[in-house]
C-alpha cells in the first residue's frame, strides 16, 4: 500500500484512498457483485480505519458518504464475513471518536439497521458468537445517543433476544459482558425496565453477582450498574424488595468491603451501593433497608473509609443512601402553624391564607412517606464552589410570552376622585414657601448657572485614606435652628469644617493601638453587669439618661439594672452623641465623625469638572439614641406584646475595623454533621433530647444547670420557637413560622447566655425551607457579644465554623406545605467557641434591623437636618394591621426662595420612588436605604445638587408588622405582600394599597416617577444587583429570536445599573436580569412598570453573604459596604439626570459623550485626604 500525502481535512472526501475503496464498495452494491469482492474492499478498509485516524475522520466528515455506504452493505450483504468486517469497522469509528462520531451514525439510521440485524442474527440456531458480540457491542455504544432507542428496540423485539441471550450463556463471559451492557441501555426506558423485570432479569442479575472474588470482576461491574438501572423502576423495586434482596445486596457489600483491602474494587462497591440506592426510592425499600439494620452498616463502613480520600464516592453514597432511609419525623412541636395568632379583619377566600384556616387540625400530625422521592436525589456532598442558583437559569415556561401582557399599559384603577385623599402627601406640589425661613427673601431672576459638570469621582467604603490631613476640621456644634414640626423644641446640629485641628487628627493616627485598648475599670464591670442584667425591658429602662455617663446601679421590681456611663467626651466625636463607655468613645450608630471634605473655593472652582463625593460618611449627626430607641419601643405594637429590648439593639452597632472573608469550607464538613445526625438513629442512648426553651409552653421550667445554655428571643425581630439539647454541647433550634403561616422559616434572631470559654457549641436550625443557601458558599451567621460591646467593641461580627446547609430528617405533609413539592425541611448548622464566660450573645441571619431602628433613625434625621437647605418631611402613609405606622418620607432640596421661578423649579423636579424591607427576613435593604436616607440628607454638595435635582419620595419599610413580629417573609395576612401589588386588598395589605396609590396619584397627576427602586436582599447569590423590565428581552430569552428582532423598545432601562456597575464595587452587571417572569407579574417591579408606567422600575437585591467581583471580591458583605450602596446609588441617580436631561445642565454634546464613554469603561476612584471615619472612630 502506497504511502498517503498528508491532506487538508477540507479535500480529505475527493483525495485519499478510502474514497476510492468506499466508491468499488458502492458500486458492489449496485450490481450485487460476487461477496468475496466485498469482502475484500471492507476488510481493506477495517485495515485502514485501525491503523489511520486520517481514514476515521474522513469516514465521518460532514459531507462524507462513507457511512451511508457501510449501513447500506450491511442490510443487503448475506455475507457474514463481510457483515463483521463493517461491524468491526463501526466499531473502531464510534470507539475512537467520542460522542460526535456516535451522533453521526445514529442520524444516518444505524440504529434500526443495526436492531434488524439482531433480529435476523438470532433466527439463526446458534447464534453465531461472534456476531452477536459485535452487534450487542456497537449497539450499546449508540443506544444513550438514540433519543428513540428504547422505543426502536422494544418495537423490534430485541428486549429478550438479548435477555435470553444472557439466560443461555451465563458461563460464557465475552458473550454476557456485551448483552449485559445493552441490557443496562435498554432499561434506561421506564416501561423496557418494567417488561424485563416481568421476565425475569432482577433475578438474573442476582445469579452474577454475589461475595468478593477475583474472578469475572468487570463482568460483576456491569451486572451491577445493570442492576442499578433496572431497580429505579418501581415494579422492579418492589420486585427485589419481595424476594429479600436487600438484606442480600447489604451482605456483599459487607463482604467486598472486608475483602477489598487494597481498594481495587471500589467500582464493585459503589455499584453495590448504587442498587441500594435504587431500591430506596420507595418506601418499602426503606423499610427493608432499615429492619436489615442497614444504618448501621453503612455508618459503620462508611466511618471506616473516611480515612482513604480515594474512597469519598462510597462513603458519599452511604450518605445519600442513610439521609434517605432516615425515618421521617414531624417536627417536635404541637403545630407547625405560627406559635402566635393575629385575627384579620377579614379572611380571604382564595389564597395560602384560606387554605391554611380551613385546614384539618390534624394535617400537623402527618408525615409523608409516599414514594415520592425525586427531591432527595442530590449528592451528600458537593465539595465544589458551584452554586446551585435556580435564578441564574430562566425556565422558559415561567417567561411571560404575550405580548400584549408584556406592553406597558397605564391602568387607572382607581378614580381621580378617591386618588384625591393623597394630595395632602404632597404639599410639595402646592406650598408657597411662604411660612419658611428660606437662604433667600431678594426675588432673583431664575437663570440657570450653567457650569459645566463632568463625571463624579466617588471614593468606596473603608478605603485607606493619605495621610494627609490638611482638609479635615474641627467640629464645631453651632447654635441649632428649631426645625419645622418641632415646634423650637429640638435642636438642629450643624457640623462646620475648619482646618485647625490638623495636629490632634494626625495625634490619633499615630495611636493605631488604642482601637484594641480595654480601660480596666470597665473590665472590672463586665463580669458583674452580665450576671445582674438579665436583660434590657420596657419597665426598667429610665426614661432619661444623662449626657455625661457615671457607673451606676438602678432596681425597679427587683430586677437588678446598671446603667453604664461615662462623664468624658470625645473632643472628636461632639457631634455624634453620647459615648457609652469611661475612657472609651464609641459611636452607636452610623460612622458620621468625618465630614464632607470639600475643596476650598477656588480650587472647587478651578476643578469644577470633577465632584468630590464621599459617600461612606455621612456629615449628619450619630443616627443611634439609646434613650430614644426606648421611648420608641414603648409605642411598637406587637403581637406577642414584647416587653424586652435585645442588646445590640440597644447598644447599636458600627461596623467591625476589619475585613471579613468569605469563609472556606472545610472539606468533608457537610458529610460529618450528616453523619453525627445518623447517629441519633443509631446511638439514642446518647441523645439527651430535653427541651431549654419553649415558646408553646411558657410557663415550662428551665433547667438549672449550670452547663446548659439559655435561650430567648422574646424581643423585636426575634423569632425562635423551641429548643431542645442533644447532646451535651449541642441544640436543636426551631423558627417560628411566619404569623397567619405556617412556613416561611429562614431569617432568625435570638439571644444564647450562659456559655462557657473553650467550649465547641452546635447549633442546628432544623426547620429552615429554601433549597440551598448560601450557608454553603462562604456565608457566616452573626454575633453579637454583650462583654464586647461594654469593653468598647459593639458590633456584629461573622462567626461560626464548619457552617453548612442540608435536607434533614423533618418533614411535612404536601397538604400541610399547600400543596408544595419539597416537602422535607434544611439544616443550617454551624459551631461556636464563645470568647467569654458567662455573656449574653445574639445570633441573627443577617445583620438586625427593627422597625424601631427605623423610626429612631427618622427622628433623629428630622431633627438633626439644616430647614433652610433640605426639605424634609416624614409623613404616616397608613396605619398597618396592628396598628404601628407605616412612615413615608420625602426629601429635596428647598427653593432658594419663594419667587415665582423658583417655586416651579422646585416644584418641577421629577420623582423618585423608592421602598425596601417588603421582606422582613431582608434586612440588608434596611441597610442599603439607610445609606441612601443618610446621603440624601448630608451637606455633601453633590447630595446637594441630587436634592436640587430630584424629588424623593420613600416608605422606607414596607412591612413593618412582619418585622416586628419576626417574620421572613409575611406581613399579618400571612401573605408576601410583593405579590399583592395587581390587587392590592386595602384591609389585608395596606401598605401596599396606599404606596401603590401614591404611585397612581402621580401618575394622575402627570407627574410620573423618573425611577422606581425597590430594595431587597438575595439569599442564594452574591453581589448587588438589579432586576428590571423589558420586553425585548424576555421575548429573547423564549428563544422566539424572530418575535424579538421586531420589538422596538428605548433601552434606558439598561442606564442605571450600568452607571452603578462603574461606581458601585459590590455592584454586578453580569448578575443582572430584565426579564419578565410570570411568577414575578404581581411584583411591584413589574406592576409599576406594567400599570403605572414607569420604564425605570427595579428590584436592587443586595447579597446576604458577600462579593465574588471587584474590590470586595472575597469578602462577606458588611453594613458599611450596604450602607455605601445606599449612597452610591444616589450617585448613580446624579448621573442618569445628566444623561437623561443633558439640556438643563447645559452640557455640550460632545460632553455627554464623553460622559457615556465614561459609563463604558472603569470609573477610578478616587482617595480621600485625611484619616477615614473609620480610624477616627476605633483609635
Known amino acids: 500500500m502506497s504511502k498517503l500525502k498528508v491532506i487538508p481535512e477540507k479535500s480529505l472526501t475527493n483525495n485519499s484512498r478510502i474514497v476510492g475503496l468506499l466508491a468499488q464498495l458502492e458500486k458492489i452494491n449496485a450490481e450485487s457483485s460476487e461477496s468475496d469482492t466485498a469482502r475484500y474492499v471492507t476488510s481493506k478498509i477495517l485495515h485502514l480505519v485501525q491503523s489511520q485516524e486520517k481514514t476515521r475522520r474522513e469516514m465521518t466528515a460532514k459531507g462524507s458518504t462513507g457511512m451511508e455506504i457501510l449501513l447500506s452493505t450491511l442490510e443487503n450483504t448475506k455475507d457474514l464475513q463481510t457483515t463483521l468486517n463493517?461491524?468491526?469497522?463501526?466499531?473502531?469509528?464510534?470507539?475512537?471518536?467520542?460522542?460526535?462520531?456516535?451522533?453521526?451514525?445514529?442520524?444516518?439510521?444505524?440504529?434500526?439497521?443495526?436492531?434488524?440485524?439482531?433480529?435476523?442474527?438470532?433466527?439463526?440456531?446458534?447464534?453465531?458468537?461472534?456476531?452477536?458480540?459485535?452487534i450487542h457491542s456497537i449497539l450499546a455504544k449508540i443506544g444513550p445517543k438514540d433519543k428513540k432507542f428504547g422505543v426502536k428496540a422494544r418495537i423490534n423485539g430485541a428486549l429478550n433476544i438479548t435477555l435470553n441471550l444472557v439466560k443461555q450463556n451465563l458461563q460464557n463471559h465475552r458473550l454476557v459482558l456485551p448483552c449485559l451492557q445493552l441490557l443496562r441501555v435498554y432499561s434506561a426506558n421506564s416501561v423496557n425496565s418494567v417488561s424485563?423485570?416481568?421476565?425475569?432479569?432482577?433475578?438474573?442479575?442476582?445469579?452474577?453477582?454475589?461475595?468478593?472474588?477475583?474472578?469475572?470482576?468487570?463482568?460483576?461491574?456491569?451486572?451491577?450498574?445493570?442492576?442499578?438501572?433496572?431497580?429505579?423502576?418501581?415494579?422492579?423495586?418492589?420486585?427485589?424488595?419481595?424476594?429479600?434482596?436487600?438484606?442480600?445486596?447489604?451482605?456483599?457489600?459487607?463482604?467486598?468491603?472486608?475483602?477489598?483491602?487494597?481498594?481495587?474494587?471500589?467500582?464493585?462497591?459503589?455499584?453495590?451501593?448504587?442498587?441500594?440506592?435504587s431500591v430506596t426510592n420507595i418506601k418499602l425499600g426503606r423499610k427493608a433497608f432499615i429492619d436489615a439494620?442497614?444504618?448501621?452498616?453503612?455508618?459503620?463502613?462508611?466511618?471506616?473509609?473516611?480515612?482513604?480520600?480515594?474512597?469519598?464516592?462510597?462513603?458519599?453514597?452511604?450518605?445519600?443512601?442513610?439521609?434517605?432511609?432516615?425515618?421521617?419525623?414531624?417536627?417536635?412541636?404541637?403545630?407547625?402553624?405560627?406559635?402566635?395568632?393575629?385575627?384579620?379583619?377579614?379572611?380571604?377566600?382564595?389564597?395560602?391564607?384560606?387554605?391554611?384556616?380551613?385546614?384539618?387540625?390534624?394535617?400537623?400530625?402527618?408525615?409523608?412517606?409516599?414514594?415520592?422521592?425525586?427531591?432527595?436525589?442530590?449528592?451528600?456532598?458537593?465539595?465544589?464552589?458551584?452554586?446551585?442558583?435556580?435564578?441564574?437559569?430562566?425556565?422558559?415556561?415561567?417567561?411571560?410570552?404575550?405580548?400584549?401582557?408584556?406592553?406597558?399599559?397605564?391602568?387607572?384603577?382607581?378614580?381621580?376622585?378617591?386618588?384625591?385623599?393623597?394630595?395632602?402627601?404632597?404639599?410639595?406640589?402646592?406650598?408657597?414657601?411662604?411660612?419658611?425661613?428660606?437662604?433667600?427673601?431678594?426675588?432673583?431672576?431664575?437663570?440657570?448657572?450653567?457650569k459645566v459638570r463632568g463625571p463624579i469621582v466617588v471614593p468606596t467604603a473603608g478605603e485607606e485614606t493619605s495621610g494627609n490631613?490638611?482638609?479635615?476640621?474641627?467640629?464645631?456644634?453651632?447654635?441649632?435652628?428649631?426645625?419645622?414640626?418641632?415646634?423650637?423644641?429640638?435642636?438642629?446640629?450643624?457640623?462646620?469644617?475648619?482646618?485647625?485641628?490638623?495636629?490632634?487628627?494626625?495625634?490619633?493616627?499615630?495611636?493605631?493601638?488604642?482601637?484594641?485598648?480595654?480601660?480596666?475599670?470597665?473590665?472590672?464591670?463586665?463580669?458583674?453587669?452580665?450576671?445582674?442584667?438579665?436583660?434590657?425591658?420596657?419597665?426598667?429602662?429610665?426614661?432619661?439618661?444623662?449626657?455625661?455617663?457615671?457607673?451606676?446601679?438602678?432596681?425597679?421590681?427587683?430586677?437588678?439594672?446598671?446603667?453604664?456611663?461615662?462623664?468624658?467626651?470625645?473632643?472628636?466625636?461632639?457631634?455624634?452623641?453620647?459615648?457609652?463607655?469611661?475612657?472609651?468613645?464609641?459611636?452607636?450608630?452610623?460612622?458620621?465623625?468625618?465630614?464632607?471634605?470639600?475643596?476650598?473655593?477656588?480650587?472647587?472652582?478651578?476643578?469644577?469638572?470633577?465632584?468630590?463625593?464621599?459617600?461612606?460618611?455621612?456629615?449628619?449627626?450619630?443616627?443611634?439614641?439609646?434613650?430614644?430607641?426606648?421611648?420608641?419601643?414603648?409605642?411598637?405594637?406587637?403581637?406577642?406584646?414584647?416587653?424586652?429590648?435585645?442588646?445590640?439593639?440597644?447598644?447599636?452597632?458600627?461596623?467591625?475595623?476589619?475585613?471579613?472573608?468569605i469563609l472556606e469550607r472545610p472539606y468533608g464538613v457537610q458529610r460529618t454533621k450528616i453523619a453525627q445526625d445518623i447517629e441519633r438513629l443509631i446511638h439514642q442512648s446518647d441523645i439527651i433530647d430535653r427541651v431549654v426553651y419553649d415558646l408553646d409552653h411558657p410557663n415550662y421550667t428551665i433547667p438549672e444547670e449550670g452547663d446548659i445554655l439559655k435561650f430567648n428571643s422574646k424581643f423585636e425581630c426575634g423569632n425562635l420557637r423551641k429548643v431542645i439539647q442533644i447532646r451535651k454541647n449541642e441544640y436543636d433550634l426551631i423558627l417560628n413560622s411566619d404569623i397567619n403561616s405556617n412556613h416561611y422559616h429562614q431569617w432568625f434572631y435570638f439571644e444564647v447566655s450562659g456559655m462557657r470559654p473553650g467550649v465547641a457549641y452546635r447549633f442546628n436550625i432544623i426547620n429552615c425551607e429554601k433549597?440551598?443557601?448560601?450557608?454553603?458558599?462562604?456565608?457566616?451567621?452573626?454575633?453579637?457579644?454583650?462583654?464586647?460591646?461594654?469593653?468598647?467593641?459593639?458590633?456584629?461580627?461573622?462567626?461560626?465554623?464548619?457552617?453548612?446547609?442540608?435536607?434533614?430528617?423533618?418533614?411535612?405533609?404536601?397538604?400541610?406545605?399547600?400543596?408544595?413539592?419539597?416537602?422535607?425541611?434544611?439544616?443550617i448548622t454551624f459551631t461556636v467557641n464563645f470568647p467569654?464566660?458567662?455573656?449574653?450573645?445574639?445570633?441573627?441571619?443577617?445583620?438586625?434591623?427593627?422597625?424601631?431602628?427605623l423610626q429612631m433613625h427618622l427622628q433623629k434625621l428630622e431633627s438633626a437636618h439644616n430647614p433652610q437647605q433640605i426639605y424634609f418631611r416624614k409623613d404616616v402613609l397608613c396605619e398597618t394591621l396592628s396598628g404601628n405606622t407605616c412612615p413615608l418620607v420625602t426629601i429635596t432640596a428647598m427653593p432658594e426662595s419663594n419667587y415665582y421661578e423658583h417655586l416651579c423649579q422646585f416644584r418641577n423636579r421629577p420623582y423618585v420612588f423608592l421602598s425596601a424591607r417588603v421582606h422582613p427576613g431582608e434586612t440588608n435593604a434596611s441597610w442599603v436605604m439607610k445609606g441612601t436616607l443618610e446621603y440624601l440628607m448630608s451637606n455633601n454638595p453633590t447630595a446637594q445638587s441630587l436634592r436640587e435635582s430630584y424629588i424623593f419620595k420613600i416608605v422606607p419599610m414596607l412591612n413593618p408588622d412582619g418585622v416586628i413580629n419576626g417574620n421572613h417573609r409575611c406581613s399579618l395576612s400571612g401573605e408576601d405582600l410583593n405579590r399583592q401589588w395587581q390587587n392590592p386588598n386595602p384591609d389585608l395589605h395596606p401598605t401596599i394599597y396606599h404606596a401603590k396609590g401614591l404611585l397612581q396619584y402621580l401618575a394622575a397627576v402627570k407627574r410620573l416617577p423618573l425611577v422606581y427602586c425597590d430594595y431587597h436582599g438575595h439569599s442564594r447569590k452574591k453581589n448587588v444587583f438589579m432586576y428590571g423590565c423589558s420586553i425585548k428581552e424576555t421575548v429573547w430569552h423564549t428563544n422566539d429570536n424572530a418575535t424579538s428582532c421586531d420589538v422596538v423598545e428605548d433601552t434606558g432601562y439598561r442606564t442605571l445599573p450600568k452607571i452603578l456597575s462603574h461606581i458601585a464595587p459590590a455592584f454586578c452587571m453580569s448578575s443582572c436580569s430584565f426579564v419578565v417572569e410570570k411568577s414575578k407579574e404581581s411584583?411591584?417591579?413589574?406592576?409599576?412598570?406594567?400599570?403605572?408606567?414607569?420604564?425605570?422600575?427595579?428590584?436592587?437585591?443586595?447579597?446576604?453573604?458577600?462579593?465574588?467581583?471587584?474590590?470586595?471580591?472575597?469578602?462577606?458583605?458588611?453594613?458599611?459596604?450596604?450602607?455605601?450602596?445606599?449612597?452610591?446609588?444616589?450617585?448613580?441617580?446624579?448621573?442618569?439626570?445628566?444623561?437623561?436631561?443633558?439640556?438643563?445642565?447645559?452640557?455640550?454634546?460632545?460632553?455627554?459623550?464623553?460622559?457615556?464613554?465614561?459609563?463604558?469603561?472603569?470609573?477610578?476612584?478616587?482617595?480621600?485626604?485625611?484619616?477615614?471615619?473609620?480610624?477616627?472612630?476605633?483609635?
Not at 322 to 338: A, D
Not at 791 to 809: E, Q
Request: glycine letters at 6%; hydrophobic letters at 35%; proline letters at 6%.
Open 86 to 134: 463493517i461491524l468491526s469497522i463501526l466499531v473502531e469509528l464510534v470507539s475512537a471518536g467520542g460522542g460526535r462520531r456516535v451522533s453521526f451514525l445514529v442520524t444516518k439510521g444505524g440504529s434500526q439497521i443495526l436492531l434488524q440485524l439482531l433480529m435476523n442474527a438470532s433466527k439463526e440456531s446458534p447464534p453465531h458468537e461472534e456476531l452477536m458480540v459485535q
Open 293 to 450: 439494620n442497614g444504618m448501621k452498616i453503612l455508618y459503620n463502613t462508611s466511618q471506616e473509609c473516611l480515612a482513604v480520600r480515594t474512597l469519598d464516592p462510597l462513603v458519599n453514597t452511604s450518605s445519600l443512601i442513610m439521609r434517605k432511609c432516615f425515618p421521617k419525623n414531624r417536627l417536635p412541636l404541637p403545630t407547625i402553624k405560627s406559635s402566635f395568632h393575629f385575627q384579620l379583619p377579614v379572611i380571604p377566600m382564595t389564597g395560602p391564607v384560606a387554605q391554611l384556616y380551613s385546614l384539618p387540625p390534624e394535617v400537623d400530625d402527618v408525615v409523608d412517606e409516599s414514594d415520592d422521592n425525586d427531591d432527595i436525589d442530590v449528592e451528600a456532598e458537593n465539595e465544589t464552589e458551584n452554586e446551585d442558583d435556580l435564578d441564574q437559569n430562566f425556565k422558559n415556561d415561567d417567561i411571560e410570552t404575550d405580548i400584549n401582557k408584556l406592553k406597558p399599559q397605564q391602568e387607572p384603577g382607581r378614580t381621580i376622585e378617591d386618588l384625591k385623599m393623597y394630595e395632602h402627601l404632597f404639599p410639595e406640589l402646592v406650598d408657597d414657601f411662604q411660612d419658611y425661613d428660606l437662604i433667600s427673601k431678594e426675588p432673583k431672576p431664575f437663570v440657570f448657572e450653567g
Open 1083 to 1179: 411584583t411591584a417591579r413589574v406592576v409599576i412598570w406594567r400599570e403605572i408606567g414607569v420604564q425605570r422600575s427595579y428590584t436592587m437585591e443586595s447579597t446576604l453573604c458577600g462579593c465574588d467581583q471587584g474590590k470586595y471580591k472575597g469578602l462577606q458583605i458588611g453594613t458599611r459596604e450596604l450602607e455605601e450602596m445606599g449612597a452610591k446609588f444616589c450617585v448613580g441617580l446624579l448621573r442618569l439626570k445628566r444623561l437623561t436631561s443633558p439640556l438643563e445642565y447645559n452640557l455640550p454634546s460632545s460632553l455627554l459623550d464623553f460622559e457615556n464613554d465614561l459609563i463604558d469603561s472603569s470609573c477610578k476612584v478616587t482617595s480621600r485626604n485625611g484619616v477615614s471615619s473609620l480610624k477616627l472612630l476605633t483609635l
Open 771 to 827: 433549597s440551598n443557601s448560601q450557608f454553603n458558599y462562604g456565608m457566616q451567621p452573626l454575633m453579637y457579644s454583650v462583654q464586647e460591646a461594654l469593653n468598647g467593641r459593639p458590633w456584629w461580627i461573622r462567626m461560626g465554623t464548619d457552617i453548612c446547609y442540608y435536607k434533614n430528617h423533618f418533614s411535612r405533609s404536601s397538604v400541610a406545605a399547600g400543596g408544595q413539592k419539597g416537602k422535607s425541611y434544611y439544616t
Open 196 to 277: 424485563l423485570g416481568k421476565n425475569g432479569v432482577v433475578e438474573l442479575m442476582f445469579k452474577i453477582i454475589g461475595p468478593f472474588s477475583k474472578k469475572n470482576s468487570s463482568l460483576i461491574k456491569v451486572a451491577l450498574d445493570t442492576l442499578a438501572a433496572l431497580l429505579k423502576s418501581k415494579t422492579n423495586a418492589r420486585r427485589a424488595v419481595d424476594r429479600g434482596y436487600v438484606q442480600v445486596l447489604l451482605t456483599i457489600y459487607v463482604d467486598w468491603h472486608r475483602h477489598d483491602n487494597r481498594h481495587r474494587n471500589m467500582l464493585i462497591r459503589k455499584g453495590i451501593l448504587q442498587s441500594l440506592k
Open 836 to 853: 467569654h464566660k458567662d455573656d449574653v450573645c445574639y445570633f441573627a441571619y443577617h445583620y438586625p434591623y427593627t422597625y424601631s431602628t
Open 469 to 661: 490631613s490638611g482638609s479635615l476640621r474641627k467640629v464645631i456644634v453651632k447654635e441649632n435652628i428649631p426645625s419645622r414640626g418641632d415646634e423650637g423644641e429640638k435642636k438642629s446640629t450643624f457640623m462646620n469644617l475648619a482646618k485647625e485641628d490638623i495636629k490632634d487628627d494626625r495625634t490619633l493616627q499615630q495611636q493605631p493601638g488604642d482601637q484594641n485598648r480595654t480601660i480596666s475599670s470597665v473590665h472590672g464591670l463586665n463580669n458583674d453587669i452580665v450576671k445582674a442584667l438579665d436583660r434590657i425591658t420596657l419597665q426598667n429602662i429610665p426614661s432619661q439618661t444623662a449626657p455625661g455617663f457615671t457607673a451606676e446601679t438602678k432596681k425597679d421590681c427587683s430586677l437588678p439594672l446598671t446603667v453604664l456611663t461615662c462623664a468624658k467626651a470625645c473632643p472628636h466625636m461632639a457631634a455624634c452623641g453620647n459615648v457609652l463607655f469611661e475612657g472609651r468613645t464609641v459611636q452607636l450608630g452610623k460612622l458620621c465623625c468625618t465630614g464632607v471634605e470639600t475643596e476650598d473655593d477656588e480650587d472647587t472652582e478651578s476643578n469644577s469638572s470633577v465632584e468630590q463625593a464621599s459617600v461612606e460618611v455621612p456629615d449628619g449627626p450619630t443616627l443611634h439614641d439609646p434613650d430614644l430607641y426606648i421611648e420608641i419601643v414603648k409605642n411598637t405594637k406587637s403581637v406577642p406584646e414584647y416587653s424586652e429590648v435585645a442588646y445590640p439593639d440597644y447598644f447599636g452597632h458600627i461596623p467591625p475595623p476589619f475585613k471579613e472573608p
